[in-house]
């Protein structure tokens, strides 16, 4: 059974940090594709980063580059997203998906999800 459990969410102020964690298990974690995503209340779901767990390749929203770093780790099946410089608009709930090929941040060419962390930053 394929199974993604994020972790890692909460209340911080802007400018602060937050790591989030992305378990994974239940498929060859090393062909996939890790790619985080955020939904805010009334919002589209977007992505926000994601990483091939093949060659390490990494692409991130507009937005969040140069505060946020996705990484990887293999031995653990485990995906991280360390968000710094934390903004108001950075609060949604986070949810971490898999994808079997290619890597890119369109949800729907995603085949796993995860039931997401809520992470919200106070002004």
């Known amino acids: 059974e394929v199974q993604l459990v994020e972790s890692g969410g909460g209340l911080v102020q802007a400018g602060g940090s937050l790591r989030l964690s992305c378990a994974a298990s239940?498929?060859?974690?090393?062909?996939?594709?890790i790619g985080w995503f955020r939904q805010a209340p009334g919002k589209e779901r977007e992505g926000v980063s994601c990483i091939s767990n093949s060659d390490g390749g990494t692409y991130y929203l507009d937005s969040v580059k140069g505060r946020f770093t996705i990484s990887s780790d293999n031995a653990k099946n485990t995906v991280y997203l360390q968000m710094n410089s934390l903004k108001p608009e950075d609060t949604a709930v986070y949810y971490c998906?898999?994808?079997?090929w290619g890597m890119g941040l369109d949800p729907y060419e995603y085949d796993y999800w995860g039931q997401g962390t809520q992470v919200t930053v106070s002004s």
């Open positions: 998906a898999a994808r079997g």
């Open positions: 239940g498929f060859t974690f090393d062909d996939y594709a």
